[in-house]
């Protein structure tokens, strides 16, 4: 996902008393693990960092409020990881900036969903009414097969990972698309008719998952590109240590319950092996590079 600039509201959310009490004795400062995530006020985050330090690992999150920081931060080494993006996303920031982050742990996949404030079904969307999209290019296209699939809009294309706002058929559509940055879509609901929200964004909103008037299938194998990663540089992709935080994510009962419990249960757990979603990422990018 490449969202376009915005000022970045990162505060750093370090591990609290509990996450250098006893657990971590003899753990310094040098060997803490710093993750970048959208949303690290999310509940099941501290259960992760208590987990992380029962092992003896000192996690410290950083939040971000803007996605076009948390790759560039584990690039240049400000960040160990990052969990807060797809694969598309991923093989599209590759791409667009030559670099080389890998995937080395799956999280959950999501489902993407049309939420509104204003009507109380799809039907009740007026002709020529306006939807909001998250603006980046890889939410922007799944967001638009979510219209498509909605009957709110038609896509020449059919409906790809590469739509865009070109390939809208306006004769045959319902509705009205304009574009925003992914984290202003769900705050937009009071001047649009309906809004495409990024699951990151939902329950900052005071939406519920069960709101939304339409969602995609993320158990569908065409969603595989949708799957959330753990990432990191190429180079540190076998680190005992980053791959021990993987599993505890993929395994760990409380920190899987509050994942869930903070989706709505809509999220589809995952722990797809690293030589899969890397299989995944690399036909992406093959088809990115190929557009």
Same mark, same amino acid.
């Given at each position: 996902m490449t969202v376009k600039k915005r000022g970045l509201?990162?505060?750093?959310?370090?591990a609290l008393a509990l996450a250098a009490s006893t657990a971590l004795a003899g753990c310094s400062s040098e060997d803490t693990v710093t993750i970048g995530v959208v949303g690290a006020s999310d509940p099941y985050w501290q259960t992760f960092v208590d987990a992380a330090a029962e092992e003896g690992?000192?996690? +410290? /999150?950083?939040? !971000?409020?803007?996605?076009?920081?948390?790759?560039?931060?584990?690039? +240049?080494? +400000? /960040?160990?990881?990052n969990q807060f993006q797809h694969i598309q996303y991923l093989a599209d920031y590759n791409v667009s900036n030559d670099d080389? /982050?890998?995937?080395?742990?799956?999280?959950?996949?999501?489902?993407?969903?049309? !939420?509104?404030?204003?009507h109380d079904s799809l039907e009740d969307i007026p002709e020529g009414g306006t939807v909001a999209v998250p603006q980046d290019p890889t939410n922007r296209a799944r967001a638009l097969n979510v219209?498509? +699939?909605?009957g709110l809009i038609e896509l020449t294309d059919g409906g790809t990972l590469f739509s865009t706002p070109a390939e809208i058929d306006e004769d045959a559509s319902r509705v009205t698309v304009t574009e925003m940055d992914a984290s202003f879509t769900a705050t937009s609901l009071s001047d649009v008719d309906a809004a495409v929200v990024n699951n990151d964004f939902v329950t900052d909103a005071g939406l519920e998952f069960d709101e939304a008037l339409f969602q995609d299938d993320p158990g569908a194998e065409s969603a595989q590109p949708f799957i959330n990663i753990f990432a990191t540089r190429a180079e540190d992709a076998d680190d005992p240590t980053y791959l021990k935080l993987v599993e505890i994510y993929q395994t760990n009962e409380e920190v899987q319950a509050g994942v869930l419990e903070n989706s709505g249960d809509s999220a589809i757990m995952l722990d797809t092996p690293a030589e899969e979603l890397e299989r995944i990422r690399t036909e992406v990018e093959d088809e990115i590079r190929a557009q």
């Amino acid at each position: 996902m490449t969202v376009k600039k915005r000022g970045l509201l990162a505060a750093s959310v370090t591990a609290l008393a509990l996450a250098a009490s006893t657990a971590l004795a003899g753990c310094s400062s040098e060997d803490t693990v710093t993750i970048g995530v959208v949303g690290a006020s999310d509940p099941y985050w501290q259960t992760f960092v208590d987990a992380a330090a029962e092992e003896g690992i000192a996690v +410290e /999150l950083q939040d !971000f409020t803007d996605y076009n920081q948390p790759n560039p931060a584990v690039s +240049e080494g +400000e /960040l160990d990881l990052n969990q807060f993006q797809h694969i598309q996303y991923l093989a599209d920031y590759n791409v667009s900036n030559d670099d080389d /982050l890998v995937a080395i742990g799956a999280t959950a996949i999501y489902p993407l969903g049309l !939420f509104s404030t204003q009507h109380d079904s799809l039907e009740d969307i007026p002709e020529g009414g306006t939807v909001a999209v998250p603006q980046d290019p890889t939410n922007r296209a799944r967001a638009l097969n979510v219209l498509q +699939e909605a009957g709110l809009i038609e896509l020449t294309d059919g409906g790809t990972l590469f739509s865009t706002p070109a390939e809208i058929d306006e004769d045959a559509s319902r509705v009205t698309v304009t574009e925003m940055d992914a984290s202003f879509t769900a705050t937009s609901l009071s001047d649009v008719d309906a809004a495409v929200v990024n699951n990151d964004f939902v329950t900052d909103a005071g939406l519920e998952f069960d709101e939304a008037l339409f969602q995609d299938d993320p158990g569908a194998e065409s969603a595989q590109p949708f799957i959330n990663i753990f990432a990191t540089r190429a180079e540190d992709a076998d680190d005992p240590t980053y791959l021990k935080l993987v599993e505890i994510y993929q395994t760990n009962e409380e920190v899987q319950a509050g994942v869930l419990e903070n989706s709505g249960d809509s999220a589809i757990m995952l722990d797809t092996p690293a030589e899969e979603l890397e299989r995944i990422r690399t036909e992406v990018e093959d088809e990115i590079r190929a557009q």
